[in-house]
Nanobody, 122 residues
Framework: VQLQASGGGLVQPGGSLRLSCAASGSISIIHTMRWYRQRPGKERELVAEIESDGSTSYADSVKGRVTISRDVAKSTVYLQMNSPKPEDTAVYYC?????????????????WGRGTQVTVSS
């Protein structure tokens, strides 16, 4: 299973940016999809997550400024960042709970993408 993140880069404060993360390989069932970030000198933290039923939750630090969404057909999760702040500068990682069915057995795991750098600066 591979998670390919894209969309990172340099963005000005008050601008916008959309991150994408596509899952591929032996993963036919996807449950929760998440975005984490690791800011310089800090622990990795959960930014947002979206369940298979579409319900979402956000870290207090980003509420109202980011939107997580998913395209089930494309096995892709998105993170729309609006009016980012310098403190949003971080490496952003996607994370997925999912797996595949072989016969009567379900094989699931938690998967991480490699991360994409987001730098918010003027």
């Amino acid at each position: 299973v591979q998670l390919q993140a894209s969309g990172g880069g340099l963005v000005q404060p008050g601008g916008s940016l959309r991150l994408s993360c596509a899952a591929s390989g032996s993963i036919s069932i996807i449950h929760t999809m998440r975005w984490y970030r690791q800011r310089p000198g800090k622990e990795r933290e959960l930014v947002a997550e979206i369940e298979s039923d579409g319900s979402t939750s956000y870290a207090d630090s980003v509420k109202g400024r980011v939107t997580i969404s998913r395209d089930v057909a494309k096995s892709t999760v998105y993170l729309q960042m609006n009016s980012p702040k310098p403190e949003d500068t971080a490496v952003y990682y996607c994370n997925v709970d999912g797996g595949t069915v072989v016969g009567d057995a379900y094989f699931g795991a938690n998967y991480w993408g490699r991360g994409t750098q987001v730098t918010v600066s003027s």
